[in-house]
């Protein structure tokens, strides 16, 4: 295999494997949904967990992958996390019971470790590009739900939804024979895996994750939800315990104290929430029958409409995002970031009768959001150590997972509180700006520098960036 060589190679292969080996997995089940259940029954929740499991596996994989990176190597393991996704996509694409889709969708969920392990990989071997590199694989995320939309009604409508679900597949077979020509990174020599913090980590985070998914179905007060929010609580608990007193930690409490990466970390929780809230939005609000002057009664197809301009802005941004953090620095590309976001949603206030104020205000969302997702990448990697380059990134990307989730649910109640009447809209919209202001002050506590020294352990580097 031909090895690549050069940045731009290198990040081309890695954009290719973020798109096909996650974005577009996760994206690809939702406008199927209906469809799925029709063919393989089960109810609408049941169904709906194969969108919620690749989510709920995919964070708990990422952290730990980025981390098997740090100590392995991360293009040696990036060739594992390959095939487990492509194995995983499979057998969703020939499932032929919802439990054995189920699984394949979880399976297929380990695929999410191609970001921890490219932004690796870029710092690494793209020094040159990596902040133009970091913004490109952080609006991948993007691509991915932009291409799924777009091909989703004419597959599903056409040849069915399996074919949906197999051209990630066959793509990312294609990108996992590119992968082999990828250069490799070192690992840490000698070093040990924390397979009791990684069971622990698990045990807790999709304790919680499952908890916040499933508080509206469930009820935010019914024992299923306050046993598995108990449990995340007091696991969590012992995992920091351990995590603390370890020699070798999977990862490190300290890192999360640094500023540039807890002030990143706290950025993506918000951006995430303020990118899925939309996601709730704006098809209910496309589809509402017209009442009073308010609602659309659209169609899906004028849903994805919509939605378009925001994913087309937020890839624009991504792809420019390392460009302008080069020149202005990432701190300000954040506040920027935050700033266009919050402006997006208090338009949507006072402008939201007309389809064209929807995608009007989608378009300066997701170039906000493009912007801010770019930047809170770039402050964690510039924040740490070399050696926990994964680790960081992959908690990072699990955080913004963290925040999409409390974006859905506690969007969906501020609607159904308000049983779908404008109040409960002009409301959402409200919270969404305001936390969107938090992504500006979170920019503006992170360090106008960051100074990690590129080998020495991390609790060495702890006082250069506090």
């Not at 189920?102 to 999410?112: E, M, P, Y």
């Not at 056409?158 to 690992?187: F, I, K, M, N, Q």
């Not at 990118?275 to 197809?301: E, H, K, N, W, Y």
């Not at 300066?364 to 770019?374: C, D, F, K, S």
């Amino acid at each position: 295999m031909k090895k690549v060589r050069n940045g731009r190679g290198l990040v081309g292969v890695l954009a290719l494997l973020g798109v096909v080996a996650y974005a577009m997995p996760v994206a690809v089940m939702t406008p199927a949904l209906p469809v799925v259940q029709a063919e393989l029954g089960g109810s609408a929740a049941g169904v709906a967990w194969s969108v919620t499991g690749i989510v709920l596996s995919a964070s708990v994989a990422t952290p730990v992958i980025g981390r098997l990176g740090d100590l392995f190597g991360a293009r040696r393991v990036l060739l594992w996390v390959l095939p487990l996704g492509l194995a995983g996509q499979v057998v969703t694409v020939l499932a032929p019971t919802l439990t054995i889709l189920l699984a394949g969708r979880a399976l297929a969920g380990v695929g999410s470790g191609v970001f921890p392990l490219a932004y690796t990989l870029i710092r690494a071997h793209a020094r040159e590009r990596a902040a133009s590199g970091i913004g490109v694989m952080s609006s991948m995320l993007a691509v991915g739900g932009a291409l799924a939309w777009v091909l989703a009604g004419p597959v599903i409508d056409g040849p069915g939804w399996r074919w949906l679900v197999a051209v990630p597949a066959v793509l990312l077979l294609v990108g996992t024979l590119l992968a082999l020509g990828l250069p490799e990174t070192e690992g840490g020599a000698g070093k040990r895996i924390d397979w009791w913090g990684a069971v622990l980590f698990a045990a807790w985070l999709g304790s919680g994750l499952t908890a916040l998914t499933q508080g509206v179905s469930w009820g935010w007060t019914s024992p299923g939800v306050l046993g598995l929010a108990v449990t995340a609580v007091v696991v969590c608990g012992v995992w920091l315990r351990v995590e603390a007193r370890v020699e070798e930690p999977l990862m490190d409490p300290a890192m999360l104290k640094i500023r540039g990466v807890w002030t990143a970390n706290l950025g993506s929780i918000l951006a995430g929430f303020c990118l899925m809230a939309a996601g709730v939005l704006m098809p209910l609000l496309v589809q509402l029958p017209v009442r009073d002057g308010f609602g659309f009664g659209g169609s899906a197809t004028d849903t994805a409409l919509v939605a378009l301009p925001s994913s087309l802005a937020m890839t624009a941004a991504g792809f420019t995002a390392g460009l302008l953090a080069r020149r202005v620095g990432a701190r300000t590309v954040l506040a920027t970031g935050g700033l266009l976001t919050a402006a997006a949603y208090a338009v949507l206030l006072v402008a939201h009768t007309e389809m064209w104020h929807l995608m009007a205000a989608n378009a300066v969302r997701g170039v906000g959001l493009g912007l801010a997702y770019a930047a809170v990448a770039a402050l964690v990697v510039t924040a740490v150590p070399f050696a926990q380059t994964g680790v960081a990134t992959g908690v990072n990307t699990l955080l913004r997972t963290v925040g999409a989730g409390l974006g859905t649910q506690i969007t969906a109640v501020i609607i159904a509180g308000h049983d779908g009447a404008r109040q409960g809209f002009l409301l959402a919209f409200a919270v969404c700006a305001v936390l969107a202001v938090g992504v500006v002050a979170a920019a503006l506590l992170a360090p106008r520098r960051a100074r990690a020294r590129e080998h020495a352990p991390l609790r060495e580097t702890l006082p250069e960036h506090t």
